[in-house]
Every structure is written in structure tokens, then in C-alpha cells.
């Protein structure tokens, strides 16, 4: 094996007591490549040696205990250089942006021209494509014409106190409406103060600007 392994960060290992097998991921899109399984014989008898010491114990359970000991250290040997061998397969498929220092792949996110990743330096169009989309995007919201029911919500009627569900059946309301669509109940009185000309509620009992008694008079 080498002195070390590149891109190990993005990858993720997969490995088990019967063989090695790696996933590689890409910095940018999060594509995953796996390298196909490894079987490792030495592992496969091991684990015929620890069925056998469960069902026997004394002797075998003994060579079972010899087999994980060189199991341990042979594992890791023979993990290690099924990792360098899938790092070099791989080396093909990723590719380290020079500005970034992200490894990438080649196929989605490799900007061939410019000789960085994507990221770094995107394609024209693409970008393009997108900043035109936004910009129509934009001018939808800018020039978008109120609905004629939400004209009652209007700034010249932010003054007036709407209410969020009628005071008799107790429904939501929608807009701010007269009436209300479930019962039909009134929701906007036009009485006024017979004393201070003050607009009343629709259950006024008394006045909120003189404390006048509504209906006395």
C-alpha cells in the first residue's frame, strides 16, 4: 500500500467480516460510486471456526479464539490494500479542483473548459437558463395584478378592523366580507354614536369614543 490514500474524506466504507467493498462520494452533487465486493476466504473461516465453538466449545472453541487473533491484524492489513486498490479504480471517476480542492466528478461536475469543478466556474448556459427563469420570476411578482376580492384588503382599509371569523357561527373568514358566507350573519355595521357620530361595533353596547349607551336617545 502507499504512504497514503487521496480523497478518503468522501467516501464511505462498507466493508464486513466477509469481504471489502467502498462507496465514493462527489463533493458537489453527492453522487455515490461503489467499487464491487471483495471476499476475504480468511474471514469466511473464521466464521465457520465460530459457529463450530459454539456448537462444540473446548478445542475448537480454542482455534476459533486463534482465528479472530489473526483475523484482527490480517483484516486490517488485507482492508487496508482493498482500500488502495478501490482508490486507484476510482481515480478516473473523481477528479480535485485545483481552487476548491474538492474532489468532484467527472461526468456532472467537472468543468472540462475551464479546468475546475463546476462550482468554481459553472456553465455559461446553465447559469444563464436559471438567471432567466429568476428574472421571470421576478417580474411575475412586480407586476402581478390584485385580485378584485383582495382589493377589500387594500391599504385604504388596513384602518378598519377586520375580523378573522364571524362573530355568530364562529366560521373563518376568507376575505374581509360583509356578510358571512355560512350564515349570513352581518359583519360590518354602519351604525354610528348618536352622540359623537363615532362608528359602532357590530355588538356595541356602548360607545368607545364618549361611552354613550348605544340606543338611548
Known sequence: MGEHIEFTRNHSDQSTDSGFQFEFYCDRCGSGYKTPFKRWITGTAAGVLRTASDLFGGVLGGAA?????V???AWQQARDKALDEAVAEMSDTFIQCP???GWVCREACWNEKRGICKECAPDLGVEMSAAQASRSVE???AHAAMAE???KLAKENWRETIRASCPECEEPLETNAKFCPSCGAKL???AHCTECGAKLGPKAKFCGECGAKVGDG
Not at 479464539?65 to 487473533?69: A, S
Open 65 to 69: 479464539r486463534v482465528g479472530e487473533e
Open 71 to 73: 483475523k484482527d491484524a
Open 99 to 101: 481552487r476548491c480542492s
Open 139 to 141: 417580474e411575475v411578482w
Open 149 to 151: 376580492e383582495d382589493k
Open 188 to 190: 360590518k355595521a354602519a
